[in-house]
C-alpha cells in the first residue's frame, strides 16, 4: 500500500486529535495569525467528544489564557465545585481526612465539575468559527515523511480494507493532509505518537512512562441524595496495598454524578482483574447508599499517563512537536490534565505561528519545549513528581509523598529530590505462580455490572469486515509465553473484554481470541502486556466508543 499515489491536501498546521490541546491550539494560532495560517483538526472519533473521557474537574486556568470570556461565550462549564472529601476506605468504613491536613496544591477551590466530551464540543465550534477546518471521522493512520526525514503531514480517511489488509469492493484510498508543521495531540499513549517517540529516540533521557486505568460510569441518583459540586476522592479498599490507586465521586447538573476509579497499571499480581475492582468498590456501604435507586446511564474507560516531569519525552522533532497528553503533561496527583493539556496547545500554536512568520517549515520548534519545560506547566506538574515513584512503596510511600506535597506547596520544590519510577508496567507484571488468585463478586445488575453490558453502555462500534485494529507481534505469544507464565493477564487488565482464551472444541488446546469489536481505545493494552507483543492501532474512522457526556 505504500506505493500508492494519494491525493494531497496542504496547510500550514495539521494537528492530530480534536481534544483539548488540539483544538487549544488550532484556536490560538487563528487567534495570533487569522487568515494568513491555515489549520486542520483531524478527529478519528464519530464527532468531536466522541472519544473524550475525563473525571473530570477542571482548572480552568488553561481556558482563561486561551478563551477569557468563555462564560459570556456559553461553555459548557456551570458546576463549580463546592463541598471536597478526601476518604480512606476500609471494607465497610471510611476514614475522612480533614482538609487542614492535605497539601495546598490538591484543593479543588475555583475548579468545576464537567464533561470534558462537551467542552471539546464547544471548543470545537469556537474554532470553526474563526476559520479553523475540523474534520471528525478521519483516523490519522500513517505519517508522512518529507525529503530530509522531517516530519511532513499525516494519511487519513482510509476506508474498506479487508480483514486481510487488501482492499475491499468498497475502498476508499484516503489523502495525505500536508502541513508545515504537524502536531499530535492524541492522547495518552497515542499510536502515532508512540511511533515518532520510537524513531526520533524522544524518551532516550526520560524515565518510563507510567499510566493509570481510569473507568468511568455516569449515574443518575435519588434527587435526595444529590449535591450540586460536591466531591469525593478515595484511595484505600478495594485494592490492597500492592496496587495503587483511588475513586472519584462528582456531584454534577441534573442529578448526575460521575462514578470513576483508577488503578495504577505497575501493579504486580498478573491476577487482579481492574474493572471488578471497580465494580466491588461501588458496593462499599457509602457509595452504595449513593448509588441505590439510580441508574446508571453510560460507561468508558481510558489510560491517563502519570509519569510527570521525570517522563516527559522531548517533545519536538523535525516537522512536529506532541501535545498534552501525548506526551504525559497531567498531574497525576490532582488527577487532572486538561489545563495542562490546553497551555501546551497555546505554547505549541505560538511557537508555531513565531516560525511560520519567519517563513520557517519543518524544523523543531524549540520555543515550544522550552515553555512547556519552564513555564507554568512545568510548575505544575514538578512540585508533584514524586507522588507516583513513591506511592507504590506502600502506606509509608503514601504517606512520604504526602510530605513531599507539603515541603513543594510551601517552598516550591519536593522534599526527596527526584525519585526514579524504575522499571515500565508492562515489566512490573509479576508470574502467576507468584501471586495468590483473587475472586471477584458476581455482578448484581443494580449496582456492579458485568463488562460485556457496561462496555454496550460505551456505544461502541466496529465494522468487522477490516483488519484488527489490535496486532499481535508474534501470534504465538499468547497461548505459549504469557498463558503458562502470567495466566495472560490480557483476559482481566483489559476493561471491555477484548480478549479470551478459550478452549477449541476439538480438543486441540486453548486459543487466543481477539474481540476487537468491543475494543473502547483505553490503550491498556498497549502498555501492560508483559511480553509486550500487543500493538494498539488506529481502526478506520469514526469507530470506537461514542461517548455522549464523558
Same mark, same amino acid.
Given at each position: 500500500?505504500?506505493?500508492?499515489?494519494?491525493?494531497?491536501?496542504?496547510?500550514?498546521?495539521?494537528?492530530?486529535?480534536?481534544?483539548?490541546?488540539?483544538?487549544?491550539?488550532?484556536?490560538?494560532?487563528?487567534?495570533?495569525?487569522?487568515?494568513?495560517?491555515?489549520?486542520?483538526?483531524?478527529?478519528?472519533?464519530?464527532?468531536?467528544?466522541?472519544?473524550?473521557?475525563?473525571?473530570?474537574?477542571?482548572?480552568?486556568?488553561?481556558?482563561?489564557?486561551?478563551?477569557?470570556?468563555?462564560?459570556?461565550?456559553?461553555?459548557? *462549564?456551570?458546576?463549580?465545585?463546592?463541598?471536597?472529601?478526601?476518604?480512606?476506605?476500609?471494607?465497610?468504613?471510611?476514614?475522612?481526612?480533614?482538609?487542614?491536613?492535605?497539601?495546598?496544591?490538591?484543593?479543588?477551590?475555583?475548579?468545576?465539575?464537567?464533561?470534558?466530551?462537551?467542552?471539546? +464540543?464547544?471548543?470545537?465550534?469556537?474554532?470553526?468559527?474563526?476559520?479553523?477546518?475540523?474534520?471528525?471521522?478521519?483516523?490519522?493512520?500513517?505519517?508522512?515523511?518529507?525529503?530530509?526525514?522531517?516530519?511532513?503531514?499525516?494519511?487519513?480517511?482510509?476506508?474498506?480494507?479487508?480483514?486481510?489488509?487488501?482492499?475491499?469492493?468498497?475502498?476508499?484510498?484516503?489523502?495525505?493532509?500536508?502541513?508545515?508543521?504537524?502536531?499530535?495531540?492524541?492522547?495518552?499513549?497515542?499510536? #502515532?505518537?508512540?511511533?515518532?517517540?520510537?524513531?526520533?529516540?524522544?524518551?532516550?533521557?526520560?524515565?518510563?512512562?507510567?499510566?493509570?486505568?481510569?473507568?468511568?460510569? *455516569?449515574?443518575? *441518583? =435519588?434527587?435526595?441524595?444529590?449535591?450540586?459540586?460536591?466531591?469525593?476522592?478515595?484511595?484505600?479498599?478495594?485494592?490492597?496495598?500492592?496496587?495503587?490507586?483511588?475513586?472519584?465521586?462528582?456531584?454534577?447538573?441534573?442529578?448526575?454524578?460521575?462514578?470513576?476509579?483508577?488503578?495504577?497499571? =505497575?501493579?504486580?499480581?498478573?491476577?487482579?482483574?481492574?474493572?471488578?475492582?471497580?465494580?466491588?468498590?461501588?458496593?462499599?456501604?457509602?457509595?452504595?447508599?449513593?448509588?441505590?435507586?439510580?441508574? +446508571?446511564?453510560?460507561?468508558?474507560?481510558?489510560?491517563?499517563?502519570?509519569?510527570?516531569?521525570?517522563?516527559?519525552?522531548?517533545?519536538?522533532?523535525?516537522?512536529?512537536?506532541?501535545?498534552?497528553?501525548?506526551?504525559?503533561?497531567?498531574?497525576?496527583?490532582?488527577?487532572?490534565?486538561?489545563?495542562?493539556?490546553?497551555?501546551?496547545?497555546?505554547?505549541?500554536?505560538?511557537?508555531?505561528?513565531?516560525?511560520?512568520?519567519?517563513?520557517?517549515?519543518?524544523?523543531?520548534?524549540?520555543?515550544?519545549?522550552?515553555?512547556?519545560?519552564?513555564?507554568?506547566?512545568?510548575?505544575?506538574?514538578?512540585?508533584?513528581?514524586?507522588?507516583?515513584?513513591?506511592?507504590?512503596?506502600?502506606?509509608?510511600?503514601?504517606?512520604?509523598?504526602?510530605?513531599?506535597?507539603?515541603?513543594?506547596? #510551601?517552598?516550591?520544590?519536593?522534599?526527596?529530590?527526584?525519585?526514579?519510577?524504575?522499571?515500565?508496567?508492562?515489566?512490573?507484571?509479576?508470574?502467576?505462580?507468584?501471586?495468590?488468585?483473587?475472586?471477584?463478586?458476581?455482578?448484581?445488575?443494580?449496582?456492579?455490572?458485568?463488562?460485556?453490558?457496561?462496555?454496550?453502555?460505551?456505544?461502541?462500534?466496529?465494522?468487522?469486515?477490516?483488519?484488527?485494529?489490535?496486532?499481535?507481534?508474534?501470534?504465538?505469544?499468547? /497461548?505459549?509465553?504469557?498463558?503458562?507464565?502470567?495466566?495472560?493477564?490480557?483476559?482481566?487488565?483489559?476493561?471491555?473484554?477484548?480478549?479470551?482464551?478459550?478452549?477449541?472444541?476439538?480438543?486441540?488446546?486453548?486459543?487466543?481470541? *481477539?474481540?476487537?469489536?468491543?475494543?473502547?481505545?483505553?490503550?491498556?493494552?498497549? /502498555?501492560?502486556?508483559?511480553?509486550?507483543?500487543?500493538?494498539?492501532?488506529?481502526?478506520?474512522?469514526?469507530?470506537?466508543?461514542?461517548?455522549?457526556?464523558?
Amino acid at each position: 500500500m505504500a506505493e500508492i499515489e494519494r491525493e494531497a491536501m496542504e496547510y500550514d498546521v495539521v494537528i492530530i486529535g480534536a481534544g483539548p490541546a488540539g483544538l487549544s491550539a488550532a484556536i490560538r494560532i487563528k487567534q495570533k495569525a487569522g487568515d494568513d495560517v491555515s489549520v486542520v483538526v483531524l478527529e478519528k472519533g464519530s464527532e468531536v467528544g466522541a472519544h473524550i473521557l475525563s473525571g473530570a474537574i477542571l482548572d480552568v486556568s488553561g481556558l482563561n489564557e486561551l478563551i477569557p470570556d468563555w462564560q459570556e461565550k456559553d461553555a459548557p *462549564i456551570k458546576t463549580a465545585v463546592g463541598t471536597d472529601h478526601f476518604h480512606v476506605f476500609s471494607e465497610t468504613g471510611k476514614k475522612t481526612i480533614p482538609h487542614a491536613f492535605m497539601p495546598p496544591l490538591l484543593s479543588n477551590k475555583g475548579c468545576y465539575i464537567v464533561s470534558m466530551g462537551n467542552v471539546c +464540543r464547544w471548543m470545537a465550534e469556537q474554532a470553526e468559527a474563526i476559520g479553523v477546518e475540523v474534520f471528525p471521522g478521519f483516523a490519522a493512520s500513517e505519517l508522512v515523511y518529507g525529503e530530509n526525514g522531517e516530519v511532513a503531514g499525516v494519511v487519513a480517511g482510509e476506508f474498506g480494507l479487508n480483514p486481510d489488509g487488501t482492499p475491499g469492493p468498497n475502498y476508499e484510498l484516503g489523502m495525505e493532509l500536508r502541513g508545515k508543521y504537524v502536531f499530535f495531540s492524541e492522547g495518552a499513549r497515542g499510536s #502515532l505518537s508512540q511511533q515518532l517517540i520510537e524513531k526520533f529516540d524522544l524518551a532516550k533521557d526520560a524515565d518510563h512512562q507510567k499510566y493509570g486505568l481510569g473507568m468511568k460510569e *455516569i449515574w443518575e *441518583i =435519588d434527587p435526595a441524595k444529590h449535591k450540586l459540586g460536591h466531591v469525593e476522592h478515595s484511595m484505600g479498599w478495594p485494592l490492597d496495598k500492592d496496587a495503587g490507586g483511588g475513586s472519584f465521586i462528582y456531584h454534577l447538573e441534573d442529578n448526575q454524578v460521575y462514578v470513576g476509579f483508577v488503578v495504577h497499571l =505497575d501493579y504486580k499480581n498478573p491476577h487482579l482483574f481492574p474493572y471488578g475492582e471497580f465494580q466491588k468498590f461501588k458496593h462499599h456501604p457509602h457509595v452504595a447508599e449513593l448509588l441505590k435507586g439510580g441508574r +446508571r446511564t453510560a460507561y468508558g474507560a481510558r489510560v491517563i499517563s502519570g509519569g510527570g516531569i521525570q517522563s516527559l519525552p522531548k517533545m519536538v522533532f523535525p516537522g512536529g512537536a506532541l501535545l498534552g497528553c501525548a506526551a504525559g503533561t497531567l498531574n497525576f496527583a490532582r488527577l487532572k490534565g486538561n489545563h495542562n493539556a490546553m497551555l501546551s496547545g497555546i505554547a505549541a500554536a505560538d511557537a508555531a505561528v513565531e516560525a511560520l512568520s519567519a517563513g520557517r517549515a519543518g524544523d523543531e520548534l524549540t520555543a515550544y519545549e522550552t515553555e512547556v519545560r519552564t513555564g507554568p506547566i512545568f510548575k505544575d506538574i514538578d512540585k508533584v513528581r514524586n507522588v507516583k515513584p513513591l506511592g507504590k512503596k506502600g502506606p509509608f510511600g503514601v504517606m512520604l509523598s504526602g510530605m513531599d506535597m507539603w515541603w513543594a506547596s #510551601l517552598f516550591g520544590k519536593p522534599l526527596f529530590g527526584t525519585q526514579s519510577h524504575g522499571v515500565s508496567d508492562a515489566e512490573a507484571t509479576g508470574k502467576a505462580a507468584d501471586y495468590p488468585k483473587l475472586t471477584y463478586p458476581k455482578p448484581d445488575g443494580e449496582l456492579s455490572f458485568d463488562r460485556l453490558t457496561n462496555v454496550s453502555f460505551s456505544f461502541t462500534n466496529h465494522a468487522e469486515e477490516q483488519p484488527c485494529h489490535l496486532k499481535l507481534k508474534d501470534p504465538s505469544v499468547p /497461548i505459549e509465553k504469557t498463558l503458562p507464565e502470567y495466566d495472560e493477564p490480557s483476559q482481566r487488565y483489559c476493561p471491555a473484554g477484548v480478549y479470551e482464551v478459550v478452549e477449541q472444541n476439538d480438543g486441540s488446546g486453548p486459543k487466543f481470541v *481477539i474481540n476487537a469489536q468491543n475494543c473502547v481505545h483505553c490503550k491498556t493494552c498497549d /502498555i501492560k502486556d508483559p511480553a509486550r507483543n500487543i500493538v494498539w492501532t488506529t481502526p478506520q474512522g469514526g469507530e470506537g466508543p461514542n461517548y455522549p457526556n464523558m
